[in-house]
T-cell receptor, first 113, second 117 residues
């Protein structure tokens, strides 16, 4: 069965600090990988996705993620966070195609001034 | 066009009552998913519909949960004899359902917050 592990439950950063959120997955086949974000009071939004090709993917709002197949990892990064990045971040994986997503438990990011 | 919509946005019900939650996917999307988001369990898959195929019910937690999708569009998730542990946010997502990578992205609705008292 697929599983997703997010290493950090809650991360607190100052504005302009760099961010890296860890995500590892367990699955025996080829996967799609996603990061979703949920801002306070809002619904899940797609931040970025990886299907195939270049393992370094860029998403919205300056976020990027790198797929490292040998490590089963898909870590999320941003060079300089802003207060508006305060949100909960979910890593998700599914099998290739239109298949259900398996989510990590989420990482809450708090950015302080 | 419009995104995924869900109704009601909030539902409070008494233990033992039945509830119905509705999802309107993005027009033309053939794949529809239900998920549940709760404090203890995080985000969990419940059920998946793809076109006219039999749904994948592998995520339903008990036989009190069922879902249908009429006319390949609107879906209703029904929870019978609700229990307090059913309290959660129920999320619906849809994707265009095609064979190419561009059709695999899932778009989420705002969810229905269910509280069982």
């Amino acid at each position: 069965a697929q599983s997703v592990s997010q290493h950090n439950h809650h991360v607190i950063l100052s504005e302009a600090a760099s961010l890296e959120l860890g995500c590892n997955y367990s699955y025996g086949g080829t996967v799609n990988l996603f990061w979703y974000v949920q801002y306070p009071g809002q619904h899940l939004q797609l931040l970025l996705k990886y299907f195939s090709g270049d393992p370094l993917v860029k998403g919205i709002k300056g976020f990027e993620a790198e797929f490292i197949k040998s490590k089963f990892s898909f870590n999320l990064r941003k060079p300089s966070v802003q207060w508006s990045d305060t949100a909960e971040y979910f890593c998700a994986v599914n099998a290739r195609g239109n298949t259900p997503l398996v989510f990590g438990k989420g990482t809450r990011l708090s950015v302080i001034a | 066009g419009a995104g995924v919509s869900q109704s009601p946005s909030n539902k409070v019900t008494e233990k033992g009552k039945d509830v119905e939650l509705r999802c309107d996917p993005i027009s033309g999307h053939t794949a529809l998913y239900w998920y549940r988001q709760s404090l203890g369990q995080g985000l969990e898959f419940l059920i998946y519909f793809q076109g006219n195929s039999a749904p994948d019910k592998s995520g339903l937690p008990s036989d009190r949960f069922s879902a249908e999708r009429t006319g390949g569009s609107v879906s209703t998730l029904t929870i019978q004899r609700t229990q307090q542990e059913d309290s959660a946010v129920y999320l619906c997502a849809s994707s265009s359902g095609g064979v190419g990578e561009g059709s695999w992205e899932q778009y989420f609705g705002p969810g229905t917050r269910l509280t069982v008292t």
